[in-house]
């Protein structure tokens, strides 16, 4: 079966609005995530700034992290998304997957190290304990975009410092469903 639907034409993706998804036994509204963020809407939170490099990655990590759903991990280098992780029950899950991807691609193309080296992560919402950082960090990220808010995050801006990552705020979530 075919089914063609003529829309006149889509909305703006920055347009703000509800969507509806269904789900047994009803349906779940929820506000559209048009949110963007840019370098002057992020606020620096650990001892060390992102490098410049690390900035322009973070901020595409974010993007990619804007379409990936529930407890999302994005890793990326060089403009490119290198591993991620999504729909898991824990953060730190979502982390290891990532990091699972990121070394696979390493494989298939026959690199010796890990593609996670070196790379940025973003977050969709905000690390709840300091073990999605030490994840992170083992797997070779250098530095972090979250939106912040958990009542851990001195904790979590701590882990950071000790392993030197730059974090940065955005102040805003991703997390959908």
Same mark, same amino acid.
């Given at each position: 079966?075919?089914?063609?639907?003529?829309?006149?034409?889509?909305?703006?993706?920055?347009?703000?609005?509800?969507?509806?998804?269904?789900?047994?036994?009803?349906?779940?509204?929820?506000?559209?995530?048009?949110? $963007?963020?840019?370098?002057?809407?992020?606020?620096?939170?650990?001892?060390?700034?992102?490098?410049?490099?690390? $900035?322009?990655?973070?901020?595409?990590?974010?993007?990619?992290?804007?379409?990936?759903?529930?407890?999302?991990?994005?890793?990326?280098?060089?403009?490119?998304?290198?591993?991620?992780?999504?729909?898991?029950?824990?953060?730190?899950?979502?982390?290891?997957?990532?990091?699972?991807?990121?070394?696979?691609?390493?494989?298939?193309?026959?690199?010796?190290?890990?593609?996670?080296?070196?790379?940025?992560?973003?977050?969709?919402?905000?690390?709840?304990?300091?073990?999605?950082? =030490?994840?992170?960090? =083992?797997?070779?990220?250098?530095?972090?975009?979250?939106?912040?808010?958990?009542?851990?995050?001195?904790?979590?801006?701590?882990?950071?410092?000790?392993?030197?990552?730059?974090?940065?705020?955005?102040? $805003?979530?991703?997390?959908?469903?």
């Amino acid at each position: 079966n075919l089914r063609v639907l003529l829309t006149g034409g889509m909305p703006s993706p920055s347009r703000t609005g509800m969507t509806l998804k269904s789900v047994s036994g009803g349906f779940l509204l929820q506000s559209r995530d048009a949110g $963007m963020v840019g370098v002057d809407d992020l606020k620096v939170v650990t001892k060390r700034a992102p490098t410049d490099e690390e $900035m322009t990655d973070l901020l595409f990590a974010w993007k990619v992290c804007k379409h990936v759903k529930s407890n999302a991990i994005v890793f990326a280098k060089g403009g490119a998304s290198i591993g991620a992780g999504a729909g898991q029950m824990s953060r730190v899950d979502s982390a290891r997957i990532a990091t699972w991807k990121a070394r696979e691609a390493a494989e298939a193309a026959q690199e010796e190290a890990s593609r996670a080296v070196g790379s940025v992560c973003a977050s969709d919402a905000f690390f709840p304990f300091a073990d999605g950082v =030490e994840a992170i960090a =083992e797997a070779g990220c250098t530095a972090v975009i979250q939106p912040g808010g958990s009542r851990r995050d001195a904790e979590v801006i701590a882990a950071c410092d000790e392993r030197d990552i730059a974090m940065v705020f955005t102040g $805003m979530r991703h997390f959908r469903h």
